[in-house]
């Protein structure tokens, strides 16, 4: 089976990648070709031995999704995507990359006859926007606030009339925030979530920019993987039409991610955070959802963590050899 | 003040127009100029003293939407568009008129700048789709089951984000279905809504093709024209972000349409109507929203007909100078 990950050098579709190649194949069948594109050159997984094919560019140029299908991939998982900050700032490269792209390679689809791939998507819970009820409910409406929530809900509704129409077998992944998310900090509002985790856990100091009320709610990078490969599972009759579905996560607040750190790693780990209020951040946060009753994936057989304790753990396991600084 | 109707030779763009023309202005403001564009050649409007640009063509072409917008138009009543039916049937027409159409108008204005126009889109209730709750409220999410709908639900999430960046002043108004449409039958399944009593009330003979107990919601073509003339008056603070909103209307079953027609023009035109089902016909319609619970609509002075008997006056008012065959 020949695999497509686009957005294959991003933090996702690295993990993804590696789970494939580990696994050494999907839904029972051995994968012999990876190809991976991104803007940025992806690497050659290490320990695979079918064909890797690498594609460097941008995906949303004229051509280069009829490129990425011409072999007629089984499996593609779309991930390629400018981020939510850098959507906002910059609208044009947000519509090209986040719809055009995605479009574009929808459309490559259509135009290949008698081909059908199995699509996976990956949306965000940013196609919703507050106000919200208590717990947003799978059939709760999509009023994003961010071109990005845009960009990712148009993206659902073409994957979705694409799917009814036959030309692809489709899914739609709302990921929640995913957290502990690795590497350097950086810019994203919601890089907090994570850098109080991450940071103490490395040695270093935190900020923390909000209150420890804040709630919200989390995956691990490995529950986002496992959402991936479930998805690429499910059949048609089992998803029906509403193939785009918002995932499960921990829901929890500040001070309850704190609680976990400090039961896994310590009092004088906890205490590397630093309790700095950011005016700007509060406000972008307050504006996203908190609990998520993901019910359809549940049922569906969707898995996250149980708690956040979990998450940390996780962190820990993949990210650190098991160690703590 | 300058308005532009897109759509204009189309059955609501020629009643907003005659109506915008008897009302002599807009939001207290002259009219001066109006453009109006469609496929087909626009009507000059009778009894108008401005100035009056028919523009004939395809407003999705390359560079037509600058153009109809290059003397900055103060109001734009966006009405064009590929019905239901042929945007089912021709995949890439019903993309690019009804998607790609909207987005190059919504481009252009972006690219005018300092320009921000007030900007009334019609979308549809096809942005709904079954399975629904027994009335659907205003936090439903948008699952179309038609390609139509879907060209619709993404239009309105462009011109929300396109609203909340400051480009334009916009509101979506997702119209129920048009009863009494005017004219000659038609091929849309939903054609037979008004017809039972269009065809009635001028003679002939109509054919029903489900049951009497179909429920739908309804509103007269004078009641949509005046949706689209109170949208032009909410500001952006009545409005909040969440522009996009779902009109009331009268609903009823079939059974109760024909007591209407009964009540007004008497059985022996009610007996006009034939039925015979038809399989087909009878699916779709299974597919499609019963009951709209418009709440939000209402609060914001949105009014559509009390019952059904008051739809069919205003058709045999506005359509048949007050007489019955
Ligand atoms: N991480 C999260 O919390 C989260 C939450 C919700 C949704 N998502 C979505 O999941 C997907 C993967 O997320 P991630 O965390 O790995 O993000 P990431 O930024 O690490 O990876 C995205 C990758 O897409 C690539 N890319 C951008 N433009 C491209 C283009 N024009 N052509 C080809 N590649 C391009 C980037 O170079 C990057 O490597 C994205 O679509 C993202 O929007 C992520
Ligand atoms: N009538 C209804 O029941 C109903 C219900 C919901 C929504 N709507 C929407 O309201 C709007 C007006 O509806 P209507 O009943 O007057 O429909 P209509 O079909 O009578 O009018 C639409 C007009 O758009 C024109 N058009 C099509 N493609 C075009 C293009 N590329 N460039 C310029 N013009 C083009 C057509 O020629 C037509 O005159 C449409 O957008 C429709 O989808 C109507």
């Given at each position: ?124 819970i ?10 947003i409910?799978d ?35 709302r990921?929640p ?68 579905l918002a995932m499960p ?43 998520i009753d993901a019910?359809r994936a ?28």
């Amino acid at each position: 089976m020949h695999v497509v990950v686009t957005g294959a050098a991003g933090m996702i579709g690295r993990k993804l990648t590696a789970r494939l190649v580990k696994d050494g194949g999907l839904n029972g069948k051995p994968i012999d070709k990876f190809t991976l594109t991104d803007v940025v050159a992806a690497e050659k997984p290490a320990g695979f031995g079918g064909k890797v094919d690498i594609v460097t560019g941008d995906m949303a140029a004229p051509g280069a999704a009829e490129k990425l299908i011409a072999e007629r991939p089984d499996v593609i998982f779309h991930l390629a995507g400018v981020v939510s900050g850098e959507a906002e700032i910059d609208f044009d490269k947000g519509y090209h990359v986040n719809l055009d792209g995605t479009r574009a390679l929808l459309e490559a689809i259509r135009h290949a006859e008698g081909y059908h791939p199995k699509f996976i998507f990956t949306s965000s819970i940013a196609v919703y926007g507050a106000p919200f009820p208590h717990a947003i409910p799978d059939d709760f409406h999509l009023t994003p606030l961010t071109s990005y929530g845009t960009q990712k809900a148009i993206s659902e509704l073409l994957l979705a009339d694409y799917n009814r129409r036959g030309f692809l077998d489709g899914v739609g992944i709302r990921l929640p925030t995913i957290c502990v998310r690795p590497g350097k900090p950086n810019k994203a509002a919601s890089g907090f979530f994570s850098g109080i985790i991450r940071e103490p856990l490395a040695g270093h100091e935190a900020i923390l920019p909000v209150a420890d009320t804040v709630r919200h709610t989390h995956a691990s990078p490995r529950a986002a993987v496992g959402f991936l490969l479930h998805a690429a599972t499910l059949t048609r009759e089992q998803l029906g039409p509403r193939i785009n579905l918002a995932m499960p996560g921990v829901c929890c607040t500040v001070a309850e991610q704190i609680d976990s750190l400090t039961r896994i790693a310590g009092p004088q780990v906890a205490a590397r955070i630093k309790r700095q209020p950011d005016e700007l951040i509060m406000r972008i946060v307050s504006g996203w959802s908190e609990r998520i009753d993901a019910r359809r994936a549940a049922e569906l057989g969707f898995k996250a963590e149980k708690n956040f304790d979990e998450i940390v753990k996780a962190h820990i396991e993949d990210e650190l050899g098991g160690k703590i600084a």
